[in-house]
């Protein structure tokens, strides 16, 4: 099994569960597409990143990204650094020939999001855009049974990512800082509804949105509420707030189609909701415990009903980018490619606009 | 305890469920505020009507509406007919002096809905408007709840109705007729959506809607999707339709408050999940049954635990208008009056405009 | 459609629910096989009974069941009295040509339940035993399921009934008193398991018992645990307890067949768990919404998903009564005779003797 | 940070999940207690225990169990092995000085665990029986709830394990043979529920059980069906199955108490359901994602909401056996030791005792 060195930018959140993922793919998924060596970490505070460098066994640290995407021991690039830190570091990485991840969003804009796909593009090295939630089992499955056609024509999707930790005027961090986030709940949870909407629908067409700031003073959105369209023609509502008490991390979505429903929520993350409009008299919603020998990523984990947690999503996305890089494939359809983040953003900034105008804006690619 | 002669229009489900009310106030409520006797029921269809006053205890049936709202025996009109028969016997009553209520939406319009209001109103009587889902259990304590404050400031409020019975083309019902519906899932689901939300949160300020038929050739909207402003700053989404397989009566809301949070299910109606942030390290949204002695309505019914069913909310409405009558007190602000049934129109006309403008309508009530 | 005279002895929690039944099923079920006309009531307390004779409309009251019972405008004798009063007024009533309706249990002991039987069997009159819970349309669908042979050979049936509202020592109630009642929670709702058991899994050969009374001073049992076997080899066990807080009407039972398995909560009561060992890989346990158009007892009702209530269980269970008695029927199998409520008893009996000799005790019906 | 060095015996189900949570504990727990070095692994079939050293790590491996025992660079032992191979191996790993621990059950008996216990005991290391879901937090958040006294006096226990894998009669593994497995459902699933039935309200005083063999043919029980009751006064039953179709993993247990109730269930682990008796209104269980950063473990994993799988339970087990050993520490009473291995041996045998004479066996403990 070849290595693949790996640098990472970031030490916090998305660092620990990016860490996390490399060290359990080694054995959890076996044969590996590739062993990842954890070459370096890099990040602002020299204290914090050396301590994470011997937490999560990187061989060096730094202070300077710049060093990493130099590094010709790495071969691949993972961003988990803020969303203003994503452009420069991964553009540099992939010109350097380095395979790419980096955290959603991709950029703090369309514009920025659109750009580092295009120079990253045109390197050739493969790129993913970090939409975990395309790699949870039951997210999975369900786009499997869409595909086959189980749910017919699509007609509704609900989606809406409830979290409560933004209550609390007196919270910093550079997600509430404009710069650095470029938005609040909308590029934080918002971008994540709109990417399983894509992944599970189909692109979106329009947006008739708005957006609010409950906290004074707060220089980034709260919540975010859209009625959308899909270019096929589903329609439904987009969804997000960091101010839903007592929702913790309660990414909840329903598509309802011509032959059936499913419905899902990551606090139960394990289990898909599934109506089949089959003529059974005993007609309902099932509670599919996604855990079985024959489901997406199963064959990394335990028996059935042994369930697993948030943090294996990551397992399952680094697996699937190892897997592209090893065998020179694709990360599209199931990965999010940076074309995706683009997207998203393309989304993300309608809404802006629809909030703005007061108008269904349209949502229109480049 | 003293009578009051009942005329019925109508003796389809809304006429079922109505008589069935009539006839347990008497006994279940006790002392009834007054005692109904049903003297007449009216509607088009000569042996069903027929049928139904056999079944349902009425003293007399008539293919002519003019012949109730014109009997002295009669003290309490009851519209359960189609929405385009809604204005002109329910006016005719009203001036004729009689009591009134009237299924929801009220009318087909926005201008309708006030003239029925505004003309009856004028004539002195007491007035209702049958959302019947005020008087579920669940949903008044909840009501109670936001009055007394245990849910702070309210911030989000997500509403949807969700059915699946339109899902067959060959489907024919004055339901899907625009003349005598005036809209589909629109006024028959929305129209619910929107007097909770109004009961529960507070006037709407502004939607950004939009609404779709799906199947071809039917007359009316199938389903609606709505992002929605509250005058006191909340905001959230409003959704109904006809076509979510697997949904029979899902008329599912949320609100989020700075102290709390509520989330409710038609399908479970005896049940209010709350959550409350009071720092207890067991933290989580409670099941309630709401079905304890001192809980709205339950001195009606049963020991705690013993469910109740839809048909009982009829009772509840009912009684709370024979109680007004009882005693000349107010229908408001528990009971929807005629003005909170053109209210709801003036909600229902907006996104019906903004459907078709694509920008987000203020309403404004006349 | 006929009449047919009642009088019922007890105007509390079983005389409101079964006078509620009378007066419903005259228009609820349609046509009733038979028009409930209400004769008289009968109660200890003078001022209560006459309470409840113009409450429900009842033509006369007495303090003397044994004036109903010598009634010739009666036709039905319907007992919901305490248990101590079931034996005397019921086979008197028998014996007087009336058909009779007893609560549950039927008796205070084997001894007296077969007594009761035996009498009333002699006369030829119809008799059901009142276990309402075979006429929740969940539980009857199960029955038919498992009549189908849907859940193949039945292996495991657990059931438990959770009250919590014995957690009072300053309760007093004929159902703390052993002569009155006979035993706690065992004949209270510890019986209604039994009889479920039998209804839908067969005949139970063995229990292996313990009771035990938690409250001190208390005369009856608080609490009931059992392992049982069943006559056609499944396994078990039955439960029930009025100190499991949070716990207010949680009859919930769970059956595990060869080929699927079901679920059931008396607190959701409209909702039926079942799986399917049917190959499809989005495998899990449906929420079955009881509520069809060819659901059990349905055509009574509402459209789908419009649930109903614990209240209703009496209508189709005096309703299937009234047929039988209309059309000379049986009450057997779907109702519960004498002869159920008799052999419930003799599973209660063993209950007590194994709890006492702490051996496993076997059933013998005589 | 000091190393131990690991030794393993078993390369299948639990050397897999006791090697990822020795591998994990290095970073996610920080910083660790020790530092495991994977030295060698033990496993009968030398081409598959070559590959799983190959796989998670261990820098040799062998055929021969007693190679490691023996080995200085092993500081603890971990058996995950058959349980005809728990003994030997462990008595001899403990005599040769190293820590040990062994996976549940103990022994094939109360006689075999004894012996096992005391033998380790007498040499002084930590030894540790892997009833790892005495670490799931939810289970751990309970046990400090009913320590701290929020749920009063224990009235009911009530725990089933239900799985349904069993129900094939074509599989063979030693789990299926009496002598290397002891028993079937018994000692694989009913000693979880037995010993978190003694974790949490306490020793258990008598039993009153049945067994059975569903399959034919097959040497071991497929289910337990067991009325029991506790030293301090509760009651309650314990069952277990592999024939529950479409129970996957569901150990499920409920405890009321005089103060409030508990209810969990292992296909949700994350979940606590918890009621308290404190007045509200609003009564009624919630549900508690135990994922706060003050609930137990939590500082090892991710914000609220961001739930961790069954594997995570592993990871606490070792971490707190790590502990125990680098302090000096003692195992009990949160995490299970030997002692606590023998103890459900012999509530296991007591079982087996009561399904044989049909009595009920009183536990008493050497």
Redesign the interface.
């Known amino acids: 099994i070849d290595e693949i060195g790996i640098g990472m930018l970031g030490y916090a959140?998305m660092g620990k569960?990016h860490?996390?993922a490399f060290?359990?793919i080694?054995?959890?998924t076996?044969?590996p597409p590739l062993r990842p060596r954890l070459v370096a970490i890099a990040g602002r505070n020299e204290e914090a990143v050396a301590g994470a460098a011997q937490?999560?066994?990187y061989e060096r640290w730094t202070t300077d990204w710049r060093d990493i995407v130099s590094d010709p021991a790495i071969g691949l690039f993972d961003n988990g650094g803020p969303n203003s830190l994503h452009a420069e570091p991964t553009i540099a990485a992939a010109e350097a020939g380095k395979h790419v991840v980096c955290e959603k969003p991709l950029g703090r804009s369309a514009d920025e999001s659109h750009a580092i796909w295009q120079r990253v593009a045109a390197t050739g090295v493969k790129h993913l855009c970090a939409f975990n939630y395309r790699f949870v089992p039951a997210v999975r499955?369900a786009r499997e049974?869409i595909e086959a056609g189980e749910l017919g024509e699509i007609?509704?999707f609900?989606g809406?990512y409830?979290?409560?930790?933004g209550?609390d005027p007196t919270l910093d961090s550079w997600r509430f800082h404009a710069d650095e986030a470029g938005s609040g709940a909308l590029g934080d949870l918002g971008a994540h509804v709109i990417d399983l909407a894509r992944f599970l629908v189909g692109e979106i067409s329009?947006v008739?949105?708005?957006m609010?700031t409950?906290l004074a003073g707060r220089q980034v959105d709260d919540?975010v509420?859209?009625?959308?369209?899909f270019e096929h023609?589903a329609?439904?509502?987009i969804?997000c707030?960091r101010?839903?008490?007592?929702?913790?991390?309660?990414f909840q979505w329903?598509i309802?189609?011509?032959?059936?429903?499913l419905a899902f929520d990551?606090?139960?993350?394990?289990?898909?909701q599934?109506?089949?409009?089959d003529g059974d008299?005993?007609?309902?919603?099932?509670?599919?415990?996604v855990?079985?020998a024959?489901?997406p990523f199963w064959d990394f984990?335990?028996?059935?009903?042994?369930?697993?947690?948030?943090?294996?999503t990551f397992v399952h996305e680094i697996h699937h980018l190892l897997r592209a890089i090893a065998d020179d494939g694709d990360v599209a359809p199931y990965g999010a490619t940076f074309e995706d983040g683009y997207r998203a953003a393309e989304v993300c900034d309608a809404i802006v606009r629809?909030s703005e105008s007061?108008?269904?804006e349209t949502i229109t690619y480049r």
Chains 1, 2, 3, 4 share one sequence.
């Not at 101010?243 to 309660?250: E, H, P, Q, S, V």
């Not at 599934?274 to 409009?277: D, E, G, H, I, L």
């Not at 984990?301 to 294996?312: F, K, L, S, T």
């Open positions: 959140f569960a860490s996390n060290r359990k080694s054995y959890m076996w044969p937490r999560y066994g499955l049974m007609r509704h609900r809406r409830l979290q409560d930790w209550d329009t008739s949105a708005l609010r409950f919540a509420e859209a009625a959308v369209e023609g329609v439904g509502t969804e707030t101010l839903a008490l007592g929702r913790r991390n309660a329903e309802n189609g011509s032959k059936g429903s990551m606090e139960r993350l394990n289990e898909l599934v109506f089949r409009a008299r005993a007609r309902g919603f099932k509670t599919v415990l855990s079985e024959d489901h984990w335990w028996p059935p009903g042994h369930i697993i947690g948030w943090g294996e629809s007061g108008t269904r």
